[in-house]
């Protein structure tokens, strides 16, 4: 009868440690999922964050590719000036159309019209 007391209170006391380790285990799963759903939402934060800055990078890439764009064509834009204005400078130094043509590289008719342009220009001066 002690014998068989003894077995029962070790048998009690084995189910007593393992319902204790069991409630344990069961919190610490609780915490753990609720540290997993706060990083599941961390994550979502950062995706959306992400996302944002995403947009933002490519915005900001748009508006260099333009500015880039911009800066190549106001380059042009003084490269033709800076051709026209030696252009004239051949011009009104007494050179011919071929000799204008091949030292600005530009066409006959751009030639004959900047000819045109400043004969007409120089007769407005004359008349002043």
């Known amino acids: 009868m ?8 070790a048998i009690l006391f084995v189910n ?7 409630f344990k285990q069961r919190k610490r799963i609780r915490r753990l ?5 706060e990083l599941k ?3 979502r934060t950062l995706y959306r964050t992400d996302t944002k800055i995403g947009e933002a990078i490519s915005d900001i890439n748009r508006k260099i590719e333009f500015l880039n764009l911009e800066v190549e064509r106001m380059a042009d834009k003084t490269l033709d000036q800076t051709v ?5 400078k051949l011009i009104n130094s007494g050179s011919d159309i071929e000799t204008v043509m091949k030292k600005s590289g530009l066409t006959r008719g751009e030639v004959e019209l900047l000819l045109t342009i400043n004969v007409q220009k120089q007769e407005v001066n004359v008349f002043s």
């Open 2 to 9: 002690i014998v068989q007391a003894l077995i029962l209170s």
């Open 41 to 43: 939402d961390d994550n």
């Open 16 to 22: 007593l440690i393992l319902w204790i380790a069991y």
């Open 33 to 37: 999922k609720e540290a997993f759903l």
């Open 84 to 88: 026209y204005e030696n252009a004239l």
